[in-house]
Structure formats: structure tokens, C-alpha cells
């Protein structure tokens, strides 16, 4: 019980490192965490897992909300959206076991082209896209795809003309997949310079482990 109390003291001091955050946000993960401690030791412990489970998912809505920051800003002649989850619900999505997934669509100003930046984290999906990463050959054996330095990484681009689409794809880290998708684009470079914007020291330090 001990070591349980020392571990649920050091998580409640860590919320407030979690910044920014509201006054009334860090009560509440903190009232959630001294709940599911009183709790716990009053061995009620599935209400203590529930009030430790509430807890968790608003850190992992916090941890959403500053990932979302990372997003590249519009391009000039483009408009952006507000990230949002894949599955909607605003940008406060859930890390859980399948990870997360956050999005943001632009449009440009005068014209028809849609972009459409998404972000995986710990998402099984994210394996099967590391083996092409890895694997130079892959990269070859697909129709016109190219691979594309951004700073240190490496994107694998793919550009169909004759639809005018492109595909930009970024792998971080071996967990984190970047894509940008484009539609009725005039070529690639507005989704590749799209990928360019995308601060990938920020996506790092708000997607720690």
C-alpha cells in the first residue's frame, strides 16, 4: 500500500506541471486522484479504479490539447479548420490503448485544393507503415513515390498527377505517423510544404511517453 501512496502522491504533484491548465481543471484530476486513493484504502476498489480511470482520461485530454498546438498553421492563400479527434469531439481526444488520432483540414482561399493533416500516436495502425519506412525497396516498388528529406527525417511522398492528389507521410519516432493528404492540388509541393511547417521538436516534447 505503500508504494501505491507514494505513486498516487507523485502523479497528484505532476498535474500541476501539466500547464496550461485552469485552476479548476487541476482540482478536479487532483480531487479524482484523492478520491481514488481514499478509496482504495477504504478497499471499495472498483470505485477507486473508476475515480483513478476519470482522472487519467482528463490528463490524456489535457496531453490532446497540447498536441494539437503542433499542428502547421495555414499556408498563405489557405484557411484552416480547428484540429479536431478523428472521430470528432473537438481536439481532446483519448490516448488509450489505441492510441490517438487528431486532425485538421485547410482549404484554399481561391481555388478548390483541401488538405487534410492527421496524426496517429501509438496507433497499431502505426506498425504496419514503420515496415515501409525501413524497407527502401517498398518505397521504390510504389508508383510514383519518392522520398523527401524534412530536416533529419525522411517523408515518403506520393504524387498521382493524373488525379491531382498527393500524400505526404512522416514517421517519428517509430510510434508517431504524420500525413498530409491533398486533393484538387496543382502538385505536391503544397502538401509537402505543409508537412515542412509541421514542428516536429513540439509534436516530440507533447507526445512524450
Known amino acids: 500500500m505503500g508504494s501505491l501512496n507514494r505513486r498516487l ?9 501539466l500547464l496550461p491548465l485552469t485552476a479548476l481543471a487541476q482540482d478536479e484530476v487532483i480531487e479524482q486522484i484523492e478520491l481514488g486513493l481514499e478509496l ?17 482520461n482528463d490528463i490524456r485530454q489535457l496531453m490532446s490539447g497540447r498536441i ?11 484557411s484552416a479548420d480547428e484540429v479536431e479527434s478523428a472521430g470528432g469531439g473537438g481536439a481532446a481526444a483519448m490516448l488509450g490503448s489505441g492510441g490517438t488520432m487528431l486532425e485538421r483540414k485547410y482549404r484554399q482561399d481561391d481555388g478548390n485544393g483541401q488538405l487534410e493533416a ?14 515501409m519506412f525501413n524497407n527502401p525497396a517498398l518505397v521504390a516498388a510504389q508508383p510514383n513515390t519518392e522520398r523527401v528529406r524534412m530536416g533529419r527525417e525522411s517523408a515518403i511522398v506520393k504524387w498521382e498527377s493524373n488525379r491531382s492528389r498527393a500524400e505526404v507521410t512522416l514517421l517519428l519516432d517509430g510510434r508517431i505517423l504524420m500525413q498530409v493528404k491533398g486533393q484538387n492540388l496543382e502538385s505536391q509541393e503544397a502538401a509537402v510544404e505543409l508537412m515542412r511547417g509541421w514542428d516536429l ?5 507533447q507526445a512524450a511517453r
Open 201 to 205: 521538436d513540439a509534436v516530440r516534447q
Open 40 to 56: 482504495y484504502q477504504a478497499e471499495d476498489y472498483g470505485g477507486a479504479i473508476t475515480e483513478l480511470e476519470f482522472a487519467i
Open 9 to 17: 502522491g507523485i502523479a497528484a504533484l505532476g498535474t500541476a506541471l
Open 118 to 131: 492527421t496524426m496517429m500516436i501509438d496507433n497499431p495502425m502505426v506498425q504496419g507503415m514503420a515496415a
Open 68 to 78: 494539437a498546438t503542433t499542428f502547421p498553421e495555414a499556408p498563405a492563400g489557405w
